[in-house]
Structures are given as C-alpha cells and as structure tokens.
C-alpha cells in the first residue's frame, strides 16, 4: 500500500508483511509511517479480540440446545430423534404429504359430477354405507331464484344456502383443503326455491 508523505517524493511504498520496505524516504517519513504501521496493528489486534469474543459467544449458547436439531418435536420436549406435530391433546400426528395435499388441491382422486336440476332434487346419492365429502359446489341458473341451498337429505340442514341468486351469475363455494361431509347412506340434496334450471358442478368423494 502507499501513503501520501510531505516530502519531495510522491509516495513512500509499506509491504503487507511485518518488514517495512521504504523508497527513497527521508528519516521523518520513516517514522511517519512507522507511526501509521503500528496503529494499523493495534487495529488488527482489537478485530482479533472482538472476533475471539464473538466466538465464544457463539459456541456457549450452542451448548444450550440439543446436539441435534432433528430432535426438537413441536408442542412436546425432544425425547426422539424424529420431527413431529402433536395436537392440542398432545397426541403425535402425521401431517399431510406433499403428494397428498397435491391431490386434494389438483383435484385427483376427487370425482367431478355436472348435473341440471329444474326443481329441489338429489345431486348424488351414495353407494351404501358410504358418505358423500363434499369439497366444492358451483351453480348458474337460467332465471332469477329466490334461493338456492344445498344440505344432506331433503329434511336436513342447509349448510350453504344463496338468496336471490340471478340469472347468468356463477355461485358456489370452494372448501379445499377442508370439506362438508355428510352422514352414512345420506344423499346431497339441492333446494331450489323459484322457477329456474339450476345447473350444478360438484367436487366430491365418497368415503
């Protein structure tokens, strides 16, 4: 590195290593740069220290946790060396796969029913002993209605319902990656209140 000096030369040459090398320098320079070498290395030292000081920090507080972070289980203490969820019971619970969540989102494995109703009727009925899950419903109407709903059986309880829904208008509702989801043997049924063709897209599975 070079340092600008008040003599009549421009530049006095310093080498990175510890011995000095000086060119054509007076006495005065000398020292001069001397000076500047030695707080220079007093620099160094204090960045030593500070970056000693920091690694130690550093290794005490690693002392504090397990030696291996696979063994930390969310909601619980780290008794095992496997990463895990519990529920607000403290049970284990197995997550959802990424392939699994994919196929609940992508629609695989969930079936597609289209089906047009001009008055409150089923949309599906289930093969025995099996119930219908419902993961999203949407309709268009050829007219104005005064209400739309869908429920399990005709005597159930609607669990979305649509007031005044017009004509030309797309309704419905999307539940991924939840569901509605009725009882054993239970049909989905649609009411249809007023004189329209209520044309339904449902996404379901039978379990």
């Known amino acids: 590195m070079f340092y600008r000096t008040p003599n009549k030369h421009s530049f006095t040459f310093v080498s990175s290593k510890k011995d000095k090398v000086f060119l054509d320098t007076s006495p005065e320079d000398i020292k001069h740069v001397k000076e500047l070498a030695k707080n220079i290395d007093d620099a160094d030292k204090r960045l030593?220290?500070?970056?000693?000081?920091?690694?130690?920090?550093?290794?005490?507080?690693?002392?504090?946790?397990?030696?291996?972070?696979?063994?930390?289980?969310?909601g619980g203490s780290p008794t095992s060396n496997v990463v895990g969820l519990r529920n607000t019971s403290n049970v284990r619970i197995n997550p959802a796969t990424e392939a699994?969540?994919?196929?609940?989102?992508?629609?695989?494995?969930?079936?597609?029913?289209s089906i047009s109703l001009s008055a409150s009727g089923n949309v599906r009925t289930p093969a025995a002993g099996k119930r219908i899950r419902v993961y999203a419903t949407r309709f268009s109407l050829t007219a104005d209605?005064?209400?739309?709903?869908?429920?399990?059986?005709?005597?159930?309880?609607?669990?979305?319902?649509?007031?005044?829904?017009?004509?030309g208008g797309l309704y419905g509702s999307n539940n991924h990656p939840n569901y509605i989801e009725g009882g054993v043997d239970q049909v989905l049924y649609c009411v249809i209140a007023g004189t329209t063709t209520v044309q339904i897209n449902v996404d379901y599975l039978e379990v």
């Open 48 to 74: 030593f220290l500070k970056v000693l000081g920091g690694a130690g920090v550093g290794l005490f507080a690693a002392s504090l946790f397990p030696k291996k972070a696979d063994a930390l289980i969310a």
């Open 100 to 113: 699994t969540l994919q196929s609940l989102l992508t629609g695989q494995g969930v079936t597609k029913l």
């Open 145 to 167: 209605a005064t209400s739309v709903s869908f429920r399990f059986t005709a005597g159930g309880t609607d669990y979305e319902k649509y007031v005044t829904p017009k004509t």
